[in-house]
């Protein structure tokens, strides 16, 4: 399948953010299309201790659902962006936030995109790290996730 702007992965994606800045506020990423421009960005708020949420806006994008996950590795090398590597999965769960044995710590609910190709979103992430020593990415993907 071929990537509409950044990244790949199982399916078609969006967008893809890594390299969080910090400087003394919380971590900030950028979100960009496959070639590289700006389309948003993610701040990473600690909701309560040791839990992550995600405060994302993000414009250019195609209007409808898309399935949203962090990805293993911190790197988004285009055009295929193939280097994000798998699902963010350190407790070796199952694919999909209705698993019984519990979702991918990659695993975040979908967003809905507007006619004017924006959104704005809050995902909380679950239980666990955030990243390793290799970061994680935040891939938006064409597709919404059906699981």
Known sequence: ??????????????????????????????????????IGSVVVVEDRPGHAMLELSAGGLTTGEHGVHLHAVGRCDGPDFKSAGAHWNPANRKHGLASPEGAHMGDLPNLEVGADGKTTATLHVGDGPLADADGTSLVIHASPTTI
């Open 1 to 38: 399948m071929r990537p509409i702007f950044l990244m790949t992965f199982s399916a078609l994606l969006s967008a893809c953010a890594t390299e969080a800045q910090h400087g003394g506020e919380a971590p900030t990423a950028t979100l960009a299309d496959g070639t590289g421009k700006a």
